[in-house]
C-alpha cells in the first residue's frame, strides 16, 4: 500500500508562483511514475506534469516552460512549482503514483487557485 499526502495548495494571483509537495510513504519499493493531475470544476482530469524514477520527466503544453516538477534525494516526496500562474491553472492538484504490474495511487488533492 501506497499514501501520498499533497501540501502547498493555496491562492495566489495572476503571474505569481506557488509550489504543491507530495509525500509518499508505504510500499514505496516498486514506483515507476510520479506525476501530478488537475481537475477544474465541471472539467476532466487532466495530466500536468510526470517524473519517471529514472528522472525523465514530461510535461502538458499548456505549462510547459512554467512548471517544474522535481524529487527529492530519496524519491519520497515529489514537488511541482508553478511559476506565471494563469487563472487557467485554477483547479484542485492530485498527486499521483503508479507502481509495476499496473498499481496506481492518488492523493486526495490540494486547491490552486489563481485570481486574475
Known amino acids: 500500500q501506497v499514501q501520498l499526502v499533497e501540501s502547498g495548495g493555496g491562492l495566489v494571483q495572476a503571474g505569481e508562483s506557488l509550489s504543491v509537495s507530495c509525500a509518499a510513504s508505504?510500499?514505496?519499493?516498486?514506483?515507476?511514475?510520479m506525476g501530478w493531475y488537475r481537475q477544474a470544476p465541471g472539467k476532466l482530469r487532466e495530466l500536468v506534469a510526470t517524473?519517471?524514477?529514472?528522472?525523465?520527466?514530461n510535461y502538458a503544453d499548456s505549462v510547459k516552460g512554467r512548471f517544474t516538477i522535481s524529487t527529492d534525494n530519496a524519491k519520497r516526496t515529489v514537488y511541482l512549482q508553478m511559476n506565471s500562474l494563469k487563472p487557467e491553472d485554477t483547479a484542485v492538484y492530485y498527486c499521483?503514483?503508479?507502481?509495476?504490474?499496473?498499481?496506481?495511487?492518488w492523493g486526495q488533492g490540494t486547491q490552486v487557485t489563481v485570481s486574475s
Open positions: 499521483n503514483a503508479r507502481a509495476r504490474l499496473g498499481a496506481e495511487y
Open positions: 508505504g510500499s514505496i519499493f516498486g514506483i515507476i511514475l
Open positions: 517524473i519517471t524514477s529514472g528522472g525523465i520527466t
